[in-house]
């Protein structure tokens, strides 16, 4: 993965926040499946089973149906294609990633105090990926919209005296000062009237509010490529205890991790008559950092010799949310009988004020029927209502906007898990399924998420070795530059492919 850095001369402040959006937001409260192999080769369905570090993860009380002490290992390899449809022209990417993605023990405390309704307790720590970042996607195609309307959107109500270079001032002041004392919009403003984009209605006016593109409308060949690095995971302690022979509770306490690295370039270039400037070339960095809090209840119910049930309740995960900017834009104008290169690299990283996110809860239940030692079926129900996700402070006037967005487009999601097991002799066979209902109320934003999964199985006796493949396939629109007035999107049909490794002692 390529990453693009700039030479840091400064360090800002920004009091108005860098636009936080749906898109961001998403990113950090969806999970995959991830863990250890027999997990995902039965799609995740583990709510009432238990007896696996990853399945302890999806329900706490898990821990507590483990026999004996264990501890897994599991690597894996995380493949990625996306396919993208730009006004009708088609480009494929391709993005893998090899990692440990989980690693944990627990640990059973027999009680033999044969009176006593308390037949063991658990002591469980597990670390595990619950999102991979590394991605990449690349669209190209011709659009009759130009990225001039960008800038002209949040240049709108900007005076013109700001965005002016005074004597003594250099691009990479004037674009600290903009930042510190104007926020985000009169930054994208600077960057489109210092190459020439646009243009003030009134040159003569230092006061003038009102612009006008360069750029004489037309086709425009454009590229898109973004690039992502970085990952979501989460460390989890866990207790849990039997009662009697039939019930089981457990609670994880979780510690979560954000780490993101994006980076994007966007490409423009026209031979309409009448345009100033011909070709663009504008460049966006990103790196977000996040820690954040989350806690698990849940049970597990043999109702007989054949059938269990689950329920799990997942707190909101509260994060604590920093992140950077750095931009830079380069142009091309013909002027006059010669072409004439603006390069505008201000240096600067923009450091925002740290903000609070809120993701949403989550219910799970879960059956499973057992064929004694010969296999299992097990399938999980999981709602999550994504309306409820929330920026905070919510006095701030862009986050408050932004939640009201929020629980507009936004809805509630069902999911469905589905996974089976057959086992003869040491070796196990497994099989899953898996639907998730797309957040967003139209569809077309973001289709439902559907998935299948293999994986085999051998019990050495204190070792196990599981495999598992899974794949997932969505479908989502992809806007360049969420919340602005260039709405240009491609279409992008992502499949994810995910091979993995566990090894499992028991001791």
Known sequence: MRRYFFLIIALIFVQEFNAQNIVDALRYSQNGVFGTARYNSMSGAFGALGGDLSGMQLNPAGSAVFLNSSASVSLSLFDKKNETNYFNNLNSTYNSDLNFNQAGAVFVFDNFNEESVWRKFTLGFNYELTNNFDNAHYSSGQSSKSIDSYFLGYAEGIP????????????SSLYRFLGENEGFAAQQAF????SYIIDPVDFDNPNNTGYLSTIASGTFNQEFLNESTGYNAKFSVNVGAQINDNFYFGLNLNSHIIDYRESSIFYEVNNNEGSLVNEIGFRNNLAVIGDGFSAQLGIISRATDFFRFGLVYDTPTWYSIAEETTQQISTIRDDGNQSITESIRPNIINVYEEYTLKTPGKFTGSVAYLFGKVGLISVDYSYKDYSNIEFRPTNVTAFAQENTKIENVLKGSSSIHIGGEYRYNALSFRG??????????????????TGYSIGLGYNFGSFKVDLAYMQTQQERLNQFYPNSAFGNASIINATENLFTLTTNFTF
């Open 191 to 194: 960057l489109g009237y210092q």
């Open 160 to 171: 013109l005296n700001l965005l002016e270079l005074q004597p003594g001032e250099t691009i």
């Open 432 to 449: 899953g399924y898996k639907y998730e209902e797309s957040p967003y109320n139209d569809t077309n934003m973001m289709d439902d998420l």
